[in-house]
């Protein structure tokens, strides 16, 4: 069976492996997905990720982040915008996420930017999803 919203399935993954204190987590791979781990690397939520080559297995190996007392930097996240109701915001409703201490990822047409980078750039486009 096919899969309806994969971005969706790798934030619960996340979420999931977070749950379960695992260092790492495997999810299937896609260039937004890339993109989307590019931002939250960016942002120090997750410590790294590793894109396949050619030959390799088509998985995006993530290392999740924790803090000194072993607490998980992600506290929360979520899917905003989802395939049945698509979430769009102009330059000036982009969302602060916790008063500007999460980040939201939005796909705009200069690629999937974080909010802060989408305001430097005065553009709005699709709110995928909220970290904090």
């Known amino acids: ?41 960016e942002e120090g939520y997750v410590k790294d990720y590793a894109v396949p080559g050619d030959k390799s297995p088509r998985v995006i190996k993530v290392q999740l982040r924790y803090g000194p007392s072993s607490r998980s930097v992600i506290t929360e996240i979520k899917r905003v915008s989802k395939p049945g109701k698509r979430v769009y915001v102009s330059t000036d409703e982009i969302p602060e996420v916790m008063n500007g201490l999460g980040v939201a990822v939005i796909s705009t047409s200069k690629g999937v930017v974080s909010d802060r980078e989408a305001r430097k750039l005065r553009v709005g486009g699709e709110f995928i999803c909220s970290v904090y």
Not at 12 to 21: K, S, V
Not at 27 to 39: D, G, N, Q, T
């Open 1 to 41: 069976m096919a899969m309806t919203d994969p971005i969706a399935d790798m934030l619960t993954r996340i979420r999931n492996a977070i749950g379960a204190r695992q260092t790492e987590v495997c999810v299937p791979m896609s260039r937004m997905k890339a993109e989307i781990l590019k931002i939250l690397k």
